[in-house]
């Protein structure tokens, strides 16, 4: 990769918060570790509470040192990134506070000489993401293009009218190519490698259509509860807060045609063909294609917890879902009928995001069916996380002297073919594509909007009718009865990777 030497200035509003405590300053550091940042650069970490830069700096490194993947900090490393650390107390409905950031970042330039890449960091609550573009814009804070750039976290919207609404007033505010919207699956390692895998593999294309592809499935179970996140998730559930983005981003780099270049748009123009191409619910399908579920009480790992209505800030009566499972059709010339299921929910039995392919079986058995009671259709796994790996399943004969048959896998597992010291967090693949300019792995408007408009009318129907079986599954199982049925129906099952990791 080309060495980045134009200076670069951060400036993060929700500085105190805990997503950068967490993950946006580790990344950071860990980008400063490996070389990624250019000589001049600057962090300014802004909030409401009035700290100092010594306290911003301290609590910093509490958090690289909890959360880095590459452990605790070592001192006089830290010592010279956290120079470049600072606080700044803003109120964001002040005019001053933006006109602030303004002298600092002028300040910067005139001691380095040069203009900086500015990239301001909407790390706060969605409400807040329009003041604070306003401002910027207002403050003429962001008016060079090349040189100014907005990150803002999920969730992008509440609904298509709100996204739209919110896609507006970026638009207004800022040029499309300065707006970077995080999906941070994105940036997952073993997500980027879908695309790799795909297009830089022949072996696959021929394949990989309604042709030999039987049905998808994209799997993405978590073993937590909402946790502390009660509030927000009364707002959000299932639907909005891991299939609207998350799930359908990875369902449309399975689905995707093959890009002519790497280049950003062309790749998220591919994606958003995907989007468009995704057949509509019609009303009365909605009960065979849609599935809701909310966690009740339960035990994991030997320990009683809680379900999801007795949880803090969690309206005892709740219909919002923990659990939604999908049946998607893609409808063009790839996919047709070719169903996608999705699942995801919290207070499953293990966390993993596993993509299943199944092909078809071959057309005609030439072994008795004696030689195989454990016949099984080729089936390629994608996991993406805790287990990092692709199988893919074959028939193979039992070694032995009669014929017989099982199924064995042919895997690539990270773990096995590169260190793990290489493995990025996806926030530092991330943050390092707003410093270079590159986004590709973010959302674009139009894609955020299609997403949006798909899952409307299932987001509509279940907020007419509140859910009245729940809860209807108990924590630390893999969601109610009728998501197995969903794939029953179509003589299928829920796949789950067993491997050590993902327990
Ligand atoms: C976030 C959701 O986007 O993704 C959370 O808001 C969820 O509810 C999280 O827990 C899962 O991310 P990961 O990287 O742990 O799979």
Not at 186 to 199: C, D, H, P, S, T
Not at 327 to 350: A, H, I, L, Q, S
Request: glycine residues 6%; negative net charge.
């Amino acid at each position: 990769m080309e060495i980045f030497t134009q200076p670069v200035i951060f400036v993060i509003f929700g500085g105190t918060g805990d997503l950068n405590w967490r993950k946006i300053n580790p990344a950071l550091y860990n980008l400063y570790l490996d070389g990624y940042f250019p000589e001049n650069f600057a962090i300014i970490n802004s909030g409401r509470k009035d700290l100092t830069d010594e306290d911003i700096r301290e609590k910093m490194l509490e958090g690289v040192n909890k959360f880095s993947r590459k452990g605790k900090a070592d001192k006089e490393k830290w010592e010279t990134f956290a120079e470049k650390i600072t606080y700044q107390p803003a109120d964001i409905m002040e005019d001053k506070s933006f006109q602030t950031f303004g002298e600092t970042i002028k300040q910067y330039e005139k001691t380095w000489g040069e203009k900086a890449i500015v990239i301001f960091y909407m790390s706060v609550a969605a409400q807040f993401f329009s003041v604070i573009a306003e401002k910027i814009k207002r403050n003429k804070l962001a008016e060079d293009i090349e040189h100014s750039r907005i990150v803002v976290e999920k969730p992008f919207g509440h609904d298509l009218e709100s996204a739209r609404e919110l896609n507006n007033l970026f638009c207004t505010n800022f040029d499309e190519k300065q707006i970077y919207r995080i999906d941070h699956y994105l940036g997952k390692e073993a997500v980027q490698n879908i695309m790799a895998f795909r297009f830089a593999n022949a072996i696959l294309e021929p394949l990989w259509n309604r042709n030999y592809i039987e049905h998808v499935q994209i799997s993405v179970s978590e073993q937590i509860g909402v946790g502390s996140r009660g509030g927000f998730y009364e707002g959000a559930g299932a639907l909005r807060d891991m299939v609207q983005n998350h799930i359908l981003q990875l369902l449309c780099l399975i689905g995707m045609e093959a890009p002519v270049s790497f280049d950003a748009d062309e790749v998220r123009n591919k994606k958003v063909d995907v989007l468009r191409s995704m057949r509509r619910f019609k009303a009365d399908e909605l009960k065979y294609n849609v599935v809701r579920g909310q966690y009740g009480d339960g035990w994991v790992e030997g320990e009683k917890v809680k379900g999801y209505r007795e949880e803090a800030d969690v309206d005892p009566k709740s219909s919002v879902e923990t659990f939604a499972a999908v049946k998607f059709f893609v409808d063009n010339w790839r996919w047709f009928d070719v169903p996608f299921y999705v699942r995801t929910g919290k207070r499953m039995p293990e966390k993993s995001s596993v993509i299943t392919i199944q092909f078809r079986d071959v057309p005609h058995k030439i072994f008795p069916t004696e030689t195989s009671d454990t016949w099984r259709q080729n089936r390629l796994v994608i996991s993406i996380q805790p287990d990092m790996s692709i199988r893919f399943r074959v028939q193979a004969k039992i070694p032995g002297v009669e014929m017989a048959l099982n199924n064995v896998d042919m895997v690539f597992d990270y773990d096995d073919s590169f260190s793990e010291e290489s493995t990025p967090e996806a926030y530092e693949t991330l943050l390092l594509d707003t410093m270079t300019g590159d986004q590709t792995l973010y959302m674009r408007g139009d894609q955020v909007e299609e997403a949006w408009k798909l899952l409307m009318p299932v987001l509509d129907n279940w907020a007419a009718k509140p859910a009245n079986d729940f809860p209807n599954y108990a924590a630390d199982t893999w969601g109610p009865e009728a998501a197995n049925a969903l794939l029953a129906r179509d003589g299928y099952h829920w796949f789950t990777l067993n491997t050590k990791k993902s327990k």
